[in-house]
Structure formats: C-alpha cells, structure tokens
C-alpha cells in the first residue's frame, strides 16, 4: 500500500508565496510537501494553514481533533510549527515555544493511533529580513536558532523522532522566515531522505 504522509504546519507547509501580490501559494511543483509525492511515491496531505501557531486554546483542539478524524488512516505524521508563536509574542521565547509544543503533542499522541510515526520538525533557522528586524525581530531571530536543541529535547521526552530543519540548507525569502523556492527543494530533500530511512 501507498505509504500516507501527514503534513501539519503552517505557511511553510502550506506553501506560500512571499512574492505574491495576493497572498497566493507556490505551484504545485515547488511545494515541499507536494515534491515529497513525486520525488518518492508516497501520498502526501496537506495540513498547512497560513498563521497558524501551536494550537492550545480549546476550541481551537476541538477543531482540530475534527479536521484529524477527516483526513483518515496515515502512517506517519510531521509537525512543524514554531514561527508564528516567536512572531506574536511580544517577547520571543524558544523555551515557552517548546513547552507548548509539548503539551499540543501530548494532546495529539492521546489521539493518533499508536502505529502512527510522529516526526517533530523543528523550523529551519530565521534569517535576517523584513519579519526580523527591530528589537523584537532580532530577538525572535535569536530564539529560532534555540528551537532545535529545545524540540529535540521535546521529542525525547515523548519517544517520537526528531528532525531539525536546520540541518538542510533550507533558503529563506526576503521576510526571513517563509522558503523560497529552493527552499522548499533543499527541505523536500531533506525530510525525504529522514523518512526514507524506514523503506530502507
């Protein structure tokens, strides 16, 4: 059977196109998610959501609990989420980022089923940019590269796997915080070649 790869995160995974004029995404063969598909064989779907933070209130779980259900049976689970919690908070925090996290993945592990391979990506690292400068941009750049190491330790804590975006060269648009299209290239990359590692 076709392997069935959830994507959750945020506009990253969804796609966006920081040089356009209306907010729309990148082609279909740029997308890093829809690259996985071809490059691979696999069924990839798409839970990417402009904006999106680490979900925590209730109402937003209980939505996502229901969008959860819809998608069906899958057989591994990404999650990459991170940057929008830097950008709106008046004071970036990686630790406080990473402690949401963790509760939101707890809150998720209760509900996947076990078989499920849950993979915590942590964003590759902000680069300087219009989203970045400033006193709190600088410092929302500065925690970004915190990220990783407190994921990490996260992801241990769970027994779930880890990848660190980071690792993979990912190139960032003129905001320093969305891909370019290269980007989304070299992260297709690689995430493809961490989750290829349990067909080998």
């Given at each position: 059977?076709?392997?069935?790869?959830?994507?959750?995160?945020?506009?990253?995974?969804?796609?966006?196109?920081?040089?356009?004029?209306?907010?729309e995404r990148y082609p279909a063969e740029v997308r890093?998610?829809?690259?996985?598909?071809?490059?691979?064989?696999?069924?990839?779907?798409?839970?990417?959501?402009?904006?999106?933070?680490?979900?925590?209130?209730?109402?937003?779980?209980?939505?996502?609990?229901?969008?959860?259900?819809?998608?069906?049976?899958?057989?591994?689970?990404?999650?990459?989420?991170?940057?929008?919690?830097?950008?709106?908070?008046?004071?970036?925090?990686?630790?406080?980022?990473?402690?949401?996290?963790?509760?939101?993945?707890?809150?998720?592990?209760?509900?996947?089923?076990?078989?499920?391979?849950?993979?915590?990506?942590?964003?590759?690292?902000?680069?300087?940019?219009?989203?970045?400068?400033?006193?709190?941009?600088?410092?929302?750049?500065?925690?970004?590269?915190?990220?990783?190491?407190?994921?990490?330790a996260v992801a241990q804590r769970l027994g779930i796997?880890?990848?660190?975006?980071?690792?993979?060269?990912?190139?960032?648009?003129?905001?320093?915080?969305?891909?370019?299209?290269?980007?989304?290239?070299?992260?297709?990359?690689?995430?493809?070649?961490?989750?290829?590692?349990?067909?080998?």
């Amino acid at each position: 059977m076709t392997r069935r790869i959830l994507c959750f995160g945020d506009s990253n995974t969804w796609g966006f196109d920081p040089c356009s004029p209306l907010g729309e995404r990148y082609p279909a063969e740029v997308r890093w998610v829809d690259r996985l598909a071809r490059e691979h064989g696999w069924e990839t779907l798409n839970w990417g959501e402009n904006g999106r933070s680490i979900p925590e209130e209730p109402w937003v779980l209980a939505e996502r609990e229901k969008e959860l259900a819809r998608w069906g049976s899958v057989d591994d689970m990404t999650v990459m989420l991170g940057v929008n919690d830097l950008h709106r908070a008046a004071r970036p925090d990686a630790g406080a980022t990473a402690a949401r996290m963790e509760r939101f993945l707890r809150w998720l592990l209760e509900r996947l089923d076990p078989k499920v391979r849950v993979t915590l990506v942590a964003p590759p690292h902000m680069q300087a940019g219009t989203w970045t400068s400033g006193e709190v941009g600088e410092r929302m750049l500065e925690q970004s590269y915190q990220i990783g190491p407190a994921y990490r330790a996260v992801a241990q804590r769970l027994g779930i796997r880890f990848a660190d975006g980071s690792d993979w060269d990912v190139g960032m648009a003129f905001d320093g915080v969305h891909f370019t299209e290269e980007g989304h290239r070299a992260f297709a990359r690689g995430i493809g070649a961490f989750l290829a590692r349990d067909e080998s």
